[in-house]
């Protein structure tokens, strides 16, 4: 509830600072979730708003970044769709003297190039996933399916990393199957569709999958053959978002690890700082990873999070 508490935005004094926003599309709940909230304390704070939806693709994000340079914009957010091919646009924001700071994604750039990052512990959240499952199976065999987030996205690198760094020496546990959905509901169906054909719905154990929205989409897929999620193959994810709780609730999906869609917040918060009296902010602020299970009231939370603009 603390979490939702802190999506609310505070009344702030009005600014005549114009920040540009490249989005990258909307994905997933949770990236629905982070552009409502964005937009909210955006506007908390009298600031004006360039806002530019990439619909996944790098090279509307590069555009818009330049575009947002060229109207000399004070300030440039970014969720970079991809980690690689940043460099080049970055220096051109840097020789603009144009402050860019990247929000739950990073890059692979020299991090002069961004004033901060603020992301989750990407590869912990990985870790936390995978450790569950080893406490769960408490040593019994399980083979895995693993439904990836999008190639080349420093979320989809390190919660890879973090799961198979937590299961590593458990040889009762076996990732057999892994591939990307693309962080969708729909690709979430269609690969687990693929994997229970390829394996056979009795071979799977559990599916790690590296967020919500693809493992709703497998719970579909599941239902649909016949069988029991949560149940007869276990479901952990990450995002924590409203439908997560809701199939926890309802016992169709295990544990979730929440990310909380206000990334802006703390950016802002940093950039407010910077830019008043050169306040250099760290290159990394960490926001908090916390595992849900069923222990957890996810019916209650459900309720509070579903009006949060997922
Ligand atoms: O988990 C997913 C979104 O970049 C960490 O992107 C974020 C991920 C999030 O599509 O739902």
Redesign the pocket.
């Known amino acids: 509830l603390a979490s939702a508490i802190a999506l609310m935005p505070f009344a702030a004094a009005a600014s005549d600072l114009t920040i540009g926003f490249s989005q990258?599309g909307s994905?997933?709940?949770?990236?629905a979730a982070?552009t409502t909230v964005t937009k909210q304390e955006v506007a908390a704070r009298g600031i004006q708003l360039k806002f530019a939806d990439a619909q996944q693709k790098q090279e509307n994000q590069i555009s818009a970044l330049r575009s947002f340079i060229a109207q000399g914009v004070d300030a440039i957010l970014i969720?970079p769709v991809v980690a690689t091919g940043w460099d080049e646009v970055l220096e051109e924001a840097q020789d603009a003297d144009i402050p860019v700071i990247l929000l739950?994604?990073t890059v692979d750039a020299p991090d002069d190039l961004y004033l901060t990052a603020v992301?989750?512990d990407?590869v912990h959240e990985g870790s936390v996933a995978g450790q569950w499952l080893v406490d769960d199976m408490a040593g019994a065999d399980c083979r895995i399916v693993e439904l990836q987030?999008?190639t080349g996205?420093?979320?989809a690198i390190d919660r890879k990393t973090g799961f198979e760094n937590a299961i590593s020496g458990h040889d009762n546990l076996e990732i057999v199957r892994s591939q990307t959905g693309d962080?969708?509901r729909s690709q979430g169906k269609v690969v687990m569709e693929s994997f229970l054909k390829a394996e056979g719905g009795d071979n799977i154990c559990a599916l790690y999958a590296?967020?919500?929205?693809m493992a709703v989409g497998a719970i579909q897929a599941i239902k649909e053959a016949g069988l029991k999620p949560g149940t007869d193959i276990k479901i952990v994810a990450?995002?924590a978002?409203p439908d997560a709780h809701l199939a926890i609730a309802n016992s169709e999906m295990n544990a979730t690890i929440e990310?909380t869609p206000n990334m802006a917040g703390p950016a802002l918060d940093a950039l407010a700082a910077y830019l008043a009296d050169g306040t250099v902010p760290p290159k990394w602020i960490q926001t908090e990873s916390r595992l849900y299970t069923a222990a957890d009231d996810n019916q209650a939370i459900y309720e509070v999070k579903k009006g949060l603009g997922y």
Request: no cysteine; proline share 4%.
């Open positions: 990258i994905e997933s709940g949770w990236r982070e969720a739950d994604r992301t989750s990407l987030g999008t996205s420093s979320p962080f969708t590296h967020n919500d929205d990450i995002d978002v990310l």
